[in-house]
């Protein structure tokens, strides 16, 4: 069948839309209608060439749709579920998932190749084979792809909105419970407030931290950080530095978490000092595969206990905890509507990039 998809072709262009052929799903496979998608600041990783991806690819890899029809060997899913994507597939039988450790899975190993498991491409057109984004390409009205990818939820539910529970929701909102291990009275710092960051903030009120300290440059992000749980906000991270040394009288923060669309050095330094002993510092962050942005002396890891960890899809199990992330948006304590700024059609793809870079957008949304 035919779909219309955006694609990148070449690091630097604009995305192009482009009409590509699928195939039948095969073994383990389900046909996708893709009904919405999310712009995430990964895919112009892609675009820009610093995460350097196998082209071209069909972009997108926060996706909700309806399955359509089912290969041989399918279990998860039947046709006519309602189904959030996954940017991370869960296999279910690897070391990791078998260790509760979905979100490290071995089937990710195709994220930026876009190959399906069992290694072919699930896109064709004139430049030969396309891969798809984290396996998933959801910048395209249909897919192709594996039923490790999808985790089926309620009809009830708005797929517009659950659509941000496959990246930028449990990357945040795990960086903070997951990863940091956030408790009642925390101070916690979100420095960098999109997609995943103000996830990160509502992920912090949520746990009862005491102090939910807010930075980011522009005034509309650091709004909806106050209205969504921040008890502070800052344009800037020395401003922060000041106000927890008052906040906790020279104790600092209990963790950090660094969502920054490209992360620098810069906002490492300002992680560790902004952390007191004990303290951790969070990675959700991604910037160009050979820039180093860690330089630090030792003496900080080991005479101030402080830690490092980097968090992939928040440490989250996306079998367990997109669901769970869906019930508490039913009961209200997710906010998912309040965070999507706008919404596109595919062919205004290039368009709600350009609004993500210049910081219009806590979330833009596709509407396919
Ligand atoms: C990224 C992680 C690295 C591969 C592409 C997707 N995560 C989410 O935005
Ligand atoms: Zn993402």
């Known amino acids: 069948m035919k779909t219309q998809a955006a694609v990148v072709h070449q690091p630097g262009k604009p ?22 998608a999310g712009l995430c600041h990964s895919d112009v990783h892609i675009a820009h060439g610093d995460l350097e991806a196998r ?23 039947k046709p006519g579920d309602h189904v959030v994507c996954s940017f991370i597939p869960n296999c279910g039988t690897c070391r990791y998932c078998a260790t509760g450790r979905q979100s490290i899975c071995d089937l990710g190993a195709t994220l930026l190749e876009g190959s399906l498991p069992g290694g072919r491409f699930p896109f064709r057109g004139q430049a030969g084979e396309y891969g798809a984004m984290c396996l998933l390409g959801t910048f395209s009205q249909y897919g ?12 009830s539910l708005p797929l517009d909105k659950a659509v941000l529970v496959g990246c930028g929701v449990p990357t945040g909102w795990g ?19 999109g997609g995943i960051g103000i996830n990160a903030v509502q992920a912090a009120a949520f746990s009862g931290a005491k102090h939910v300290v807010a930075v980011d440059p522009l005034a509309n992000k650091r709004e909806k950080a106050l209205e969504l749980g921040a008890t502070h906000a800052f344009a800037t991270a020395a401003e922060a530095i000041d106000a927890v040394t008052a906040l906790t009288e020279g104790q600092m923060a209990d963790s950090a978490i660094l969502t920054p669309g490209v992360l ?15 303290g951790i510092v969070v990675l959700t962050a991604l ?40 019930g508490l948006y039913q009961n209200g304590d997710l906010k998912l509507d309040e965070i999507i700024t706008r919404t596109y059609r595919l062919d205004e793809v290039n368009r709600g990039y350009d609004d993500l ?12």
């Open 175 to 193: 960086s903070v419970v997951n990863t940091a291990e956030v408790t009642a009275g925390d101070t916690v710092v979100i420095i960098g407030i």
């Open 287 to 326: 910037n160009k595969l050979e820039e180093p942005t860690i330089q630090l002396p030792g003496t900080v890891l080991t005479l101030y206990r402080k830690q490092l960890r980097g968090s992939l899809f928040g440490d989250c199990n996306p079998t367990t905890d997109i669901p769970r992330l869906l």
């Open 357 to 368: 870079l210049n910081g219009a957008n806590v979330r833009g949304v596709m509407v396919h």
């Open 144 to 155: 192709v792809i594996h039923q490790s990818s999808v985790v089926k939820v309620d009809d």
């Open 264 to 278: 620098t050095a810069e906002n490492v330094g300002e992680g560790f000092m902004i952390v007191g002993k004990g």
């Open 15 to 36: 995305i192009e839309i482009e009409e590509l052929e699928l195939d039948k799903p095969r073994d383990g496979e389900v046909l996708i209608r893709y009904l919405y």
């Open 55 to 77: 082209l071209p690819m069909v972009l997108g890899h926060e996706g909700a749709g309806i399955i359509e029809e089912v290969g041989p060997g399918v279990t998860r899913v």
